[in-house]
């Protein structure tokens, strides 16, 4: 089944404790991005990958580290995590930009 | 960088009526514009797209048009249901800049029965 993962679905974690969100994509695409959703806000870009090893900044990237090591892969890495980047992500691949995007299904993050 | 408005925040509609959301964007080089439906505790899943070589799109009852003179592009759902209660993010492409995607804030559709 084509499909995008995330993990966890859910955390809850303290101001400064490194955390990873994994994104893994079955479909071969080319492009991920990740994005943040807040009420109000919609959806903002944080990065983007065109390809493996190319990564770039979205709208709100600040506190937020990528790599795209492998196609499939697109992890998101807060390094010191803080109470503001407490949110709902959303992981997202598609063939390339100008093509329907497949979400995952999202990552719920508490930070206190 | 880009900026995409759209209007309205929530929209409420009778069961078989009719339901537009419009859009708004500033980079004249955007060339590619989604519209996404995202409900309830799910995750957002594509709807429709149109490219700017295009000025209408249908799909059964959704239809997208764009105007980019005007820099503009609109949803329009027909013979509504209650299944289409979602919330709707329209998106738009930075033209200048491969990759980047900007969305308007949203559009809460509530259709009554």
């Not at chain 2, 509609?13 to 514009?33: H, L, M």
């Not at chain 2, 820099?71 to 709707?88: C, G, M, N, R, W």
Request: charged share 20%; glycine share 6%.
């Amino acid at each position: 089944e084509a499909q995008v993962t995330q993990n966890p679905r859910y955390l809850i974690t303290v101001t400064g404790k490194k955390l990873t969100v994994t994104c893994s994509q079955n479909m071969n695409h080319e492009y991920m991005s990740w994005y943040r959703q807040d009420p109000g806000l919609g959806l903002r870009q944080i990065y983007y990958s065109m390809n493996v090893e190319v990564t770039d900044k979205g709208d709100v990237p600040e506190g937020y580290k990528v790599s795209r090591k492998e196609k499939r892969n697109f992890p998101l890495i807060l390094e010191s995590p803080s109470p503001n980047q407490t949110s709902l992500y959303f992981c997202a691949s598609s063939f390339a930009l100008a093509y329907e995007q497949y979400f995952g299904p999202g990552t719920r993050l508490t930070v206190t | 960088g880009e900026n995409v408005e759209q209007h309205p925040s929530t929209l409420s509609v009778q069961e078989g009526d009719s339901a537009v959301i419009k859009c708004t964007y500033s980079d004249s080089a955007s060339n590619y514009f989604p519209w996404y439906k995202q409900e309830l505790g799910k995750r957002p899943q594509l709807i429709i797209d149109i490219r700017s070589n295009v000025g209408e799109k249908k799909d059964q009852r959704i239809a997208v048009t764009l105007n980019k003179t005007a820099k503009h592009f609109s949803l329009h759902i027909t013979e509504t249901q209650p299944e289409d209660s979602a919330v709707y993010f329209c998106a738009a492409d930075r033209g200048s800049t491969l990759g980047r995607l900007y969305f308007g804030r949203g559009t809460q559709l509530t259709v009554w029965p």
